[in-house]
Nanobody, 115 residues
């Protein structure tokens, strides 16, 4: 199971740190790629950032140096530091983990940026 946390309400220009924790239920496969995605009302889900087990990172074009993704393989956790937030960053943020047993999604955490 994946649990995302850290969302909330912040003013434009502010910061939030999201965290995703993978907890073991039954057989737990090794986690390969992990990522953050977001979905705003009326829009499709889009990639925010991904990070491979070896630390290879990919960001969505809109990030433009404002967000930093990181992970701790030993703890099965992933974080997303978001700075210089904009109202258009308002969305539900989901974490994803890919394993040989399948791809898993967390329930999402709401991020709201006020202008």
């Amino acid at each position: 199971q994946l649990q995302a946390s850290g969302g909330g309400l912040v003013q434009a220009g502010g910061s939030l740190r999201l965290r995703c924790t993978a907890t073991e239920t039954g057989t737990m496969f090794r986690i390969n790629d992990m990522g953050w995605y977001r979905q705003a009302p009326g829009k499709q889900r889009e990639l925010v950032a991904t990070i491979s087990r070896d630390g290879i990172i990919n960001y969505g074009d809109f990030v433009k140096g404002r967000f930093t993704i990181s992970r701790d393989n030993a703890m099965n956790t992933m974080s997303l530091q978001m700075n210089s937030l904009k109202p258009e960053d308002t969305a539900v943020y989901y974490c994803q983990a890919a394993t040989v047993g399948g791809t898993y999604w967390g329930k999402g955490t709401q991020v709201t940026v006020s202008s």
